[in-house]
């Protein structure tokens, strides 16, 4: 009878045990699951922040470009943002008199229509092209640092619009 108690209190332990074993597999697997998805949907995230900027800067340009119109404008940036960069259209196809980021200086010498750049930590990107983006120096590249959004000031003449640090 002895024998048959302790048996059956070994074969509890045993039982514990495994059941725990077991709760300790899910505990882990939910954990690195949870992370696979946190990163996914962080990577998802900028991407669509990517394309938002994109469009800011587009109805930014299009608010602000009323003869007479002058104001200071601030644009929330996307993942990883550092700066956002200006160049004056009337710029395009020619070389910069004193260095430049390499990226934009090949882009605007060798003629390529993009006069906006973000500098981001992987590197500097080509935003897009607006005919109407001047500068008060045609021959600078006017660079706004990130705090707290991109904050610059902008002279709507109809056909130009100024770009200006705050």
């Given at each position: 009878m002895v024998y048959l108690t302790s048996w059956i209190n070994s074969k509890g332990q045993t039982q514990q045990v495994f059941l725990f074993l077991v709760a300790v597999i899910v505990i882990i697997a939910?954990?690195?699951?949870?992370?696979?998805?946190?990163?996914?949907?962080?990577?998802?995230?900028?991407?669509?922040?990517?394309?938002?900027?994109?469009?800011?800067?587009?109805?930014?340009?299009?608010?602000?470009?009323?003869?007479?119109?002058?104001?200071?404008?601030?644009?929330?940036?996307?993942?990883?943002a550092r700066e956002l960069c200006f160049v004056d259209a009337v710029a395009i196809g020619n070389p910069?008199?004193?260095?430049?980021?390499?990226?934009?200086?090949?882009?605007?010498?060798?003629?390529?229509?993009?006069?906006i750049f973000l500098q981001k930590e992987s590197g500097m990107l080509a935003v897009g092209y607006d005919e109407r983006i001047g500068l008060q120096n045609p021959q600078t590249v006017l660079c706004i640092p990130l705090e707290r959004g991109f904050t610059f000031t902008t002279e709507g003449y109809g056909r130009t619009i100024i770009i200006g640090a705050p």
């Amino acid at each position: 009878m002895v024998y048959l108690t302790s048996w059956i209190n070994s074969k509890g332990q045993t039982q514990q045990v495994f059941l725990f074993l077991v709760a300790v597999i899910v505990i882990i697997a939910t954990i690195f699951l949870g992370g696979k998805l946190f990163g996914f949907v962080t990577s998802t995230s900028c991407g669509a922040s990517d394309t938002t900027f994109v469009r800011e800067i587009k109805h930014m340009l299009n608010d602000n470009a009323l003869y007479g119109s002058r104001n200071v404008v601030t644009i929330d940036g996307p993942c990883e943002a550092r700066e956002l960069c200006f160049v004056d259209a009337v710029a395009i196809g020619n070389p910069f008199p004193q260095p430049v980021d390499p990226t934009i200086d090949a882009s605007v010498s060798n003629g390529v229509r993009t006069n906006i750049f973000l500098q981001k930590e992987s590197g500097m990107l080509a935003v897009g092209y607006d005919e109407r983006i001047g500068l008060q120096n045609p021959q600078t590249v006017l660079c706004i640092p990130l705090e707290r959004g991109f904050t610059f000031t902008t002279e709507g003449y109809g056909r130009t619009i100024i770009i200006g640090a705050p």
